[in-house]
């Protein structure tokens, strides 16, 4: 393995820097595009971010105001306002609904693959360039990240935009490329404040210890640049601060930045190792030769600034984020890119080098790797297939047969050729499972996935008996969504009998408990509708709600109970 890596770096003279293949192009954008779009149309919003981000862009849109996002008639301070825009455009090339709202996720994460295949080409070589733009395709975090309606798969086509033009700025001076880092700084900012800022000095840090280029600080021209940024970010951010009269900041600072950072927010905290383990599981079948990758990019990191650069973007924001409370695997989103790009150098170096990669230790850890974890994949799919709901049973049957196929077709074909002959195999299976995933499977989930039920439910019952919907202790976003306007959140009882006091008429769902607590009130005329059984998955558990028509009863509601919370 001692010479594997010199060879494939790229040179100026490489005329893989001066072509430009449509047909790759082609395969890496429509794959990653097919893959990112398939079901969205028919896949309802998953709790709780999807539906916020949605459901904001609905109420923005609605009330013409551009700078001022809310959900559910109430200020959303969680998030700068760039994604909302894009949403907003979505919708309108896609429509007011799940496919609107994930279109713009879909298409960054598409045109994330072609930068990866297009600067792969220049960095590390043809063959590599391509491999890598196909393997980010098919990796199903970003898969996964790319259909849904929030901001991390944004965040990576800038990410990746930013570490490009960093790269090219350690290979040459361009005024064009440093404005086009800051530019892409700016948008970055604006969509998810300084995740981006901060997993690029994270990265930067990394790399300089271990060998990568720092000569683009020289050519990233800071007179101006700097004022470039804030040409974008500015606007907004002083717009927000009058109209919010500082609020903004003190709930998109102080708690979605600080108390992130300091603690394990909505339930998001994680263990030790939580991004290791993660990663591994989510990108599969790619992961396995992770390991492999990273150790001869390590031994030859001195050889190349191109190893420290990579190294870098991948521990660096790992280490960061390891250091951060609040854990969720698509923080990490942005270094998966690397990943694809070191695993591509690896699989053509082994190729090139006529060296076996059972040969080689790392290189057998991978083939056990791939061995292990696929079967246990297998394994769990068959072990699902027996616990699950009947129309969900086959679909997992299938993609347990079709992992096994992937298996045994990548050990024939690893037999025979060795991994470049493999690799195809891997490529194909992982698109048609996350494809199935797609387009089959999560589909499927729809009858079960019990907010967007209750949502369209209560949206016909608030027509049919001309009542006004509100919500108490069953808040998910995806309600209000689904409902297709906002509803009040009364959660208190007092609150509650107010509230049917002022509308006369409410329909609410409400849990099974909830029910008699209503009924014994000598003030409130409770109407049970129908009983919708279904599974929460926000919470992970089957869930009962009971569609329930609320009236006054009795001469008036001046007495009121004394506060307390329904239960």
């Known amino acids: 393995m001692a010479a594997i890596a010199p060879t494939l770096l790229a040179t100026n003279d490489d005329p893989a820097r001066r072509t430009w293949p449509v047909r790759q192009a082609m395969l890496v954008g429509l794959l990653a595009l097919i893959l990112n779009l398939a079901g969205n149309g028919r896949i309802s919003l998953f709790d709780r971010d999807e539906p916020r981000y949605a459901g904001a862009t609905r109420e923005m849109r609605a009330s013409g105001d551009w700078v001022h996002p809310t959900f559910n008639a109430e200020p959303r301070y969680h998030k700068p306002v760039l994604i909302y825009w894009l949403m907003m455009a979505g919708t309108a090339l896609g429509g007011d609904n799940p496919f609107g709202v994930r279109l713009?996720?879909?298409?960054a994460g598409a045109s994330t693959c072609l930068l990866v295949w297009f600067w792969g080409r220049r960095m590390l070589g043809e063959?590599?360039?391509?491999?890598?733009?196909?393997?980010?395709?098919?990796?199903p975090i970003v898969v996964a990240e790319s259909k849904m309606a929030t901001t991390d798969a944004t965040l990576m086509l800038w990410v990746v935009g930013c570490q490009f033009c960093l790269w090219e700025l350690s290979?040459?001076?361009?005024w064009k490329l440093a404005a086009l880092f800051w530019s892409l700084l700016g948008l970055a900012i604006l969509t998810k404040s300084p995740a981006g800022p901060v997993l690029l000095v994270a990265s930067g840090a990394v790399s300089w210890w271990w060998g990568g280029p720092t000569s683009f600080l020289k050519r990233l021209h800071w007179r101006w640049g700097p004022l470039l940024c804030a040409a974008i970010v500015l606007p907004w951010n002083v717009a927000i601060l009058m109209r919010s009269h500082g609020e903004y900041y003190n709930v998109a600072v102080g708690y979605h930045i600080i108390r992130r950072a300091t603690s394990g927010l909505e339930e998001h905290g994680g263990f030790p190792g939580y991004y290791v383990v993660l990663s591994f599981l989510t990108c599969f079948p790619w992961s396995a030769l992770l390991p492999a990758a990273?150790?001869?990019?390590?031994?030859?990191?001195?050889e190349s600034p191109v190893f420290g650069f990579l190294l870098g973007w991948i521990v660096g924001p790992l280490i960061l984020l390891e250091c951060v409370r609040t854990?969720?695997?698509?923080?990490?989103?942005?270094?998966?890119?690397a990943w694809a790009l070191l695993i591509a150098w690896l699989i053509v170096a082994v190729t090139e080098s006529d060296v076996v990669l059972d040969a080689w230790k790392m290189g057998r850890l991978a083939v056990r790797f791939l061995q292990v974890i696929a079967t246990g994949a297998i394994a769990g799919l068959w072990a699902a297939a027996w616990?699950?709901?009947?129309?969900?049973?086959?679909?997992?049957?299938?993609?347990?047969?079709?992992?096994?196929?992937?298996?045994?077709?990548?050990?024939?074909?690893?037999?025979?050729?060795g991994i470049e002959r493999a690799t195809p195999v891997l490529i194909a299976s992982s698109a048609f499972m996350t494809l199935l995933l797609g387009a089959w499977v999560l589909p499927a989930l729809e009858p079960f996935r019990i907010s967007g039920v209750i949502g369209r439910r209560l949206a016909v019952l608030e027509s049919r008996e001309n009542a006004k919907a509100i919500l108490c202790t069953f808040d998910l976003p995806g309600v209000v969504y689904a409902?297709?306007?906002?509803?009040?959140?009364?959660?208190?009882?007092d609150k509650l009998i107010a509230q049917v006091d002022r509308d006369q008429k409410v329909i609410v769902p409400l849990r099974p408990h909830e029910v008699p607590v209503l009924q014994r009130q000598a003030r409130l005329d409770v109407e049970v509708q129908e009983t919708i059984r279904g599974y929460n998955l926000d919470k992970g558990r089957s869930e009962t709600l009971i569609m329930a028509v609320i009236r006054p009863k009795g001469p008036g509601l001046a007495k009121l109970p004394s506060p307390s919370v329904i239960r």
């Open 327 to 337: 854990k969720l695997i698509h923080y990490y989103l942005p270094a998966f890119p």
């Open 387 to 417: 616990f699950a709901p009947p129309g969900l049973r086959l679909a997992c049957l299938v993609l347990s047969a079709v992992m096994l196929v992937g298996t045994l077709l990548f050990h024939v074909h690893y037999k025979m050729g």
């Open 171 to 174: 290979q040459r001076s361009s």
């Open 483 to 493: 409902l297709g306007h906002p509803a009040p959140i009364v959660r208190r009882l």
């Open 127 to 139: 063959r590599a360039g391509l491999l890598a733009g196909l393997i980010l395709a098919t990796a």
């Open 294 to 302: 990273l150790y001869a990019g390590w031994t030859r990191r001195r």
């Open 104 to 107: 713009i996720s879909s298409l």
